[in-house]
């Protein structure tokens, strides 16, 4: 069984759906400017496939059975959202189906590369210049935050007064004392009561949880 999406194809459809939600999850905000860098598979079939509409429905926080996929281009344009693409048939990537995200607003930038690896799956393998290892089909909270003293004690600590293990988690930052970001694999997908806490933390800017 496939995930429930608007087609044609899982990886470079739903699959890129996925990636360009995932970015809109981190960087919490309406975009102005947003780059795509296609690679291999993604970059010969993009058009033929949608994977340029489902990107950008991603970007515009859409699911992957979201019946507005089709104009997602147009959304974007109405929105006030400069789109640009850049192909790459031919240099080598990580994987046939990667694509390479930079994303800005007046006041921030970040860059995420995700590769579809089939059947809607998708991982994160880079986050603004660091390598990471984040595999979207566990259960994964993504905060983002103020990078003051004590927050990512604040959030550990509540996933542990509910008995939610941590299975991996990457911390990434601008600058001190700037935006930052956690990543927060965890084993347990009931999370409904954490959630509504680490919501209520000061200096929290954005939480999204996937489960």
Not at 86 to 107: F, G, L, R
Not at 150 to 167: F, K, P, R, W, Y
Request: proline share 3%; glycine share 8%.
């Amino acid at each position: 069984m496939g995930p429930v999406m608007i087609g044609p194809s899982s990886s470079h459809t739903a699959g890129a759906v996925r990636i360009g939600k995932i970015v809109h999850s981190i960087f919490g905000e309406k975009p102005t400017e947003v780059n795509f860098h296609l690679y291999q598979s993604f970059a010969k079939t993009y058009r033929g496939h949608g994977t340029d509409l489902a990107l950008v429905a991603g970007i515009l926080g859409m699911e992957t059975d979201d019946a507005r996929i089709p104009q997602s281009l147009e959304l974007a344009d109405e929105a006030g959202i400069k789109i640009f693409w850049h192909i790459h048939k031919n240099e080598k990537a990580d994987h046939p189906n990667t694509a390479m995200i930079s994303i800005q607003s007046e006041t921030k930038k970040m860059s995420i590369k995700g590769i579809s690896i089939g059947g809607g799956s998708i991982k994160v393998t880079e986050l603004n210049g660091f390598d990471i290892a984040l595999n979207m089909n566990t259960p994964t909270f993504i905060i983002v935050h103020q990078d003051v003293p004590g927050m990512i004690a604040n959030v550990t600590e509540c996933l542990s007064s509910h008995q939610i293990n941590i299975a991996q988690m990457n911390v990434t930052r601008e600058n001190a004392g700037d935006q930052a970001i956690m990543i927060i694999e965890v084993d347990s997908r009931e999370v409904s009561d954490a959630l509504a806490e680490i919501r209520a933390i000061e200096h929290l800017h954005n939480v999204n949880f996937f489960d």
